[in-house]
């Protein structure tokens, strides 16, 4: 199994940063991609950005130029470092690490953190 915790979130004015780390634990050689989710009051969850273990990164286009994704390995830790940010980025923030194809540590395919709330004030 893998275990996912999240730290970071908080409330920040709009134009501020915050910076989001996810540690992983248990069964990490199984981990490939990483990535951040959010989910705001009354919409689905969505990928925000996700890092493959090659380190080649994906952006939602609301987040391109203003958030970067990063990855080191050796510390089994993914971050999100958000700069301007906006009203609209208010959500909680959902880490998500994907099982290896193949999966010899048996992981379920998607894999979640508890969630940091991220509040932007206007």
């Known amino acids: 199994q893998v275990q996912l915790v999240e730290s970071g979130g908080g409330l920040v004015q709009a134009g501020g940063s915050l910076r989001l780390s996810c540690k992983a634990s248990g069964d990490t050689i199984c981990i490939s991609t990483m990535g951040w989710y959010r989910q705001a009051p009354g919409k689905e969850r969505e990928l925000v950005a996700h890092?493959?273990?090659?380190?080649?990164?994906y952006y939602a286009d609301s987040v391109k130029g203003r958030f970067t994704i990063s990855r080191d390995n050796a510390k089994n830790t993914v971050y999100l470092q958000m700069n301007s940010l906006k009203p609209e980025d208010t959500a909680v923030y959902y880490c998500n690490a994907r099982a290896t194809r193949p999966n010899p540590c048996g992981l379920r395919r998607d894999n979640w953190g508890q969630g940091t709330q991220v509040t932007v004030s206007s």
């Open positions: 890092v493959t273990i090659g380190e080649s990164t």
